[in-house]
């Protein structure tokens, strides 16, 4: 299956939702011994913070392979479905708490490869566009992530 298939015949909420599963393991793995005095940039990180790793990297795929997909796509029509649909994702596993899944799609769609995309942003419908607005000054860089740290103090930690 190409990933032109996954992302036309796999609903946007499941690959969100696998995403949050994804996400789920691999933060709790993470130990609190390896978010102690930025162990993650030492020499020894690799010993030090191998999950803290692990969810970094996840991240980095992530949102490669977002911008990977929309850049690699050569026919407009399918390009702008890949980007309707990808913002979906970013939309469902924001829905679902997923921040960081969300952040994922959305740091895929800022690259400067996907957002020099003008016809394709343009032939998104509107309610994605409005979709994709909400998204952005949902994750904003504004004030720190003002925004986003309000969202955060709202929700119920599962600890």
Known sequence: VDTLDLLLHVAPVEIA???????????????????????????????????LLAMVERFNQMSSWVATEVCTEDNLKNRILKLKRLIECADHCSQLKNFNGAMQFIT??????????????????????????KLE?????????KKYRELLSTCIHPY
């Open 17 to 51: 939702r696998q995403a949050t599963l994804i996400d789920q393991y691999l933060l709790t793995r993470i130990k609190p011994t390896e978010l102690v005095n930025q162990r993650w940039i030492r020499a020894t990180k690799a010993k030090q913070a191998p999950n």
């Open 108 to 133: 895929g769609l800022y690259a400067n490869s996907v957002s020099r995309l003008k016809a394709t942003w343009a032939g998104l419908p509107q309610e994605t566009k409005t979709q994709w607005s």
């Open 137 to 145: 000054t949902r994750y904003d860089m504004t004030s720190n992530y």
